[in-house]
């Protein structure tokens, strides 16, 4: 079903919306792209981007836009709106996420990668580009996903603990100074109050989520769901005994893993490792 359309005959799907305001507001001014992009001091090409809808620019460029043409907060709000859409993620994530932004706490485990609520934006795009992801769509899931760091930050930002396996922080970038930055931004995250970090030592032996990544979500209704993510597919799982089992599983890997202290003191060793660039 196509996305019901208010009176205004304008769309009520956020990104699309969005598209349309920057589309009617620069024409309103009578503004070429060129012009746009002189006049606020980018390039004329990332506002053809963001009309055409392969990107929608940060906040700091929807401000500038609401500046320019007098619009009060307008376009921040419909950029916040388009960059919270679950809808622009892939639909077999669309009501985990969100239940994840309704949840009071999340427990993870991670087999290979880093969560998408801790990665940079070169991380995200190189773990993307490995799952075949490219172009506009390259695009629009690096935002989506990058977009999700601001889930724990904050005041009111829920508690969330992640168990890395050793192999996350052993399979470094081909880019090191990508990787470098994904470290210190996971060695800054590490410190905040509402983040507990722990690494799952090599030689830990056989457990329960051996080749299971796991996010739990406890709910405000006083559920826990837990969603299961492998190389090829991801799964909600609302049945309580399942959930059950797994946080057994869970609980038993938190029981082998470093402790917090100790897992800082390992992402900081990982750091010190990366190659430095050369000197010029």
């Known amino acids: 079903m196509p996305p019901r359309r208010a009176v205004t005959g304008r769309s009520q799907e956020p990104r699309q919306r969005y598209v349309e305001e920057l589309r009617l507001l620069r024409a309103e001014k009578g503004d070429s792209l060129r012009q746009l992009g002189e006049a606020l001091g980018w390039d004329w090409s990332l506002f053809g981007k963001m009309e055409s809808g392969q990107t929608l620019g940060g906040p700091e460029v929807a401000q500038a836009l609401d500046q320019y043409y007098g619009t009060a907060r307008l376009l921040l709000t419909l950029w916040e709106l388009a960059a919270g859409d679950p809808t622009q993620f892939k639909e077999r994530y669309r009501r985990y996420m969100t239940l994840e932004a309704e949840a009071l706490s999340l427990w993870h485990y991670a087999v290979s990668i880093l969560p998408g609520m801790l990665q940079t934006e070169g991380y995200a795009h190189d773990v993307l580009v490995v799952g075949g992801t490219k172009g506009g769509e390259l695009t629009r899931q690096v935002e989506a996903r990058t977009g999700r760091r601001e889930l724990l930050m904050g005041e009111d930002a829920p508690p969330f603990r992640t168990i890395l396996s050793e192999t996350v922080l052993c399979t470094p970038l081909d ?99 990366v190659p430095c660039e050369p000197s010029t």
């Open 175 to 273: 880019d090191a100074e990508e990787w470098r930055k994904q470290l210190e931004y996971l060695a800054e995250a590490a410190d905040r109050p509402n983040l507990t970090l722990q690494v799952l030592p090599h030689g830990s032996g056989p457990h329960g989520l051996v080749s299971t990544d796991v996010m739990f979500l406890r709910l405000p209704d006083g559920r826990t769901v837990a969603y299961t993510e492998n190389a090829h597919r991801g799964e909600l799982i609302e049945e309580t005994s399942s959930v059950e089992r797994l946080q057994r599983a869970y609980d038993a890997v938190r029981d082998l893993a470093m402790s917090p202290a100790e897992s800082r003191k390992f992402v900081m060793r990982m750091l010190e490792e």
